[in-house]
């Protein structure tokens, strides 16, 4: 399983460092400790944090924009059929869905917890692991 140092959860979730640390501080994040001893979230943990934070409409949640038509965030959920796949993308508040191939989700390694960034073009979603 991935795990994210707090900068690199704070970037998924659109804050500062700071407020995940606080966050982490205060116990609305789980966090553990790594074998150099930083404190990281596990991605699973993260990823269900995510989407708890874009539901609560918290304050704090960062307002993203279609700059580039890029949305960098964290995969929530995985549903493979034997051809077809639908991943779905919590980028800060925004929750993306896309329909793929099977064999694109299986080379890309999505899973949940995973980092990721969706592509929008049109109407079409393409998914980058990042």
């Known amino acids: 399983m991935q795990s994210y140092t707090i900068g690199q959860a ?3 979730l659109g804050v500062s460092p700071d407020t995940a640390r606080r966050w982490a501080d205060a116990g609305r994040m789980a966090t553990r400790r790594d074998e150099s001893g930083r404190r990281v979230i596990d991605g699973r943990d993260l990823a269900a944090f995510s989407v708890e934070l874009a539901r609560a409409g918290d304050e704090e949640a960062p307002s993203y924009t279609s700059a ?4 960098p ?9 034997d051809v077809a796949a639908q991943v779905t993308i919590q980028a ?6 896309s329909l793929l191939t099977r064999e694109a989700v299986e080379e890309l390694g999505l899973e949940v917890g995973t980092e990721a960034t969706a592509r929008v073009k049109s ?4 998914i980058d692991r990042t």
Do not use: D
Request: aromatic letters at 4%.
């Open 73 to 81: 965030g964290i995969v929530t959920a995985v549903k493979l059929g």
């Open 92 to 97: 800060g508040p925004h929750r993306l869905v």
């Open 68 to 71: 580039r038509n890029a949305f």
């Open 123 to 126: 109407t079409n979603v393409h």
């Open 10 to 12: 704070a970037r998924l």
